[in-house]
């Protein structure tokens, strides 16, 4: 059973960096698919941040990729989101999950975010 | 950037009806990246539907997907008491912008 799990500070500071891991077990993220990190503010909608293969290719929402970065470990079969100059418009509950063909199959319980000084 | 609308933006049911929950796409989507998803309170959205009418694993069938181009539909048959949750749906062909729509909250009535 794929499980994958988010960590991280849930408080950030505005204009610091926010930064969250995700860890996968029961899949070796070098077997393949794409992993991504998605966000949802409270009371609101799903917001796609960026996905990332195993090899280090990345794809970035275009109104994020100026702040986002993402990155694989697979000898520690875990990838990271940062999220740099945040304010509070970026609090949010943040998801990681594996990206398929066959849609977005497994999703991490979800860890709050919350961008206050 | 692909723009999914969802109509509508909240449907009030009861337990038995049928649902007709709308996707539309300010252009063309490939059928084969189109992806429905369930939320409820505090939890994950989870996988109904991939590929537009496919049913992920563990769906039950009262759940169908349907559609091609740029309209979108996902149909649940018979209405359970679990179901009455948030949907979205997912455009995921179109590298690099993954979008969701807005989502339709389905209520009891």
């Known amino acids: 059973q794929v499980q994958l799990q988010e960590s991280g500070p849930g408080l950030v500071k505005p204009s610091e960096t926010l930064s969250l891991t995700c860890a996968v077990s029961g899949y070796s993220i070098s077997s393949g698919y794409y992993w991504g990190w998605i966000r949802q503010p409270p009371g609101k909608g799903l917001e796609w941040i960026g996905s990332?293969?195993?090899?280090?290719?990345?794809y970035y929402n275009p109104s994020l990729k100026s702040r986002v970065t993402i990155s694989v470990d697979t000898s520690k079969n875990q990838f990271s989101l940062k999220l740099s100059s945040v304010t509070a418009a970026d609090t949010a509950v943040y998801y990681c999950?594996?990206?398929?063909?066959?849609?977005?199959?497994?999703w991490g319980q979800g860890t709050l975010v919350t961008v206050s000084s | 950037e692909i723009v999914l609308t969802q109509s509508p933006g909240t449907l009030s049911l009861s337990p038995g009806e049928r649902a007709t929950l709308s996707c539309r796409a300010s252009q063309s989507v490939s059928s084969s990246y189109l992806a429905w998803y369930q939320q409820k309170p505090g939890q994950a959205p989870r996988l109904l539907i991939y590929?537009?009418?496919s049913r992920a694993t563990g769906i039950p069938d009262r759940f169908s997907g349907s559609g091609s181009g740029t309209d979108f539909t996902l149909t649940i048959s018979r209405l359970e008491p679990e179901d009455f949750a948030v949907y979205y749906c997912q455009q995921y062909g179109s590298s690099p912008a993954i979008t969701f729509g807005q989502g339709t909250r389905l209520e009891i009535k």
């Open positions: 999950a594996r990206v398929a063909v066959a849609g977005t199959d497994y």
């Open positions: 990332i293969y195993h090899s280090g290719s990345t």
């Open positions: 590929g537009a009418s």
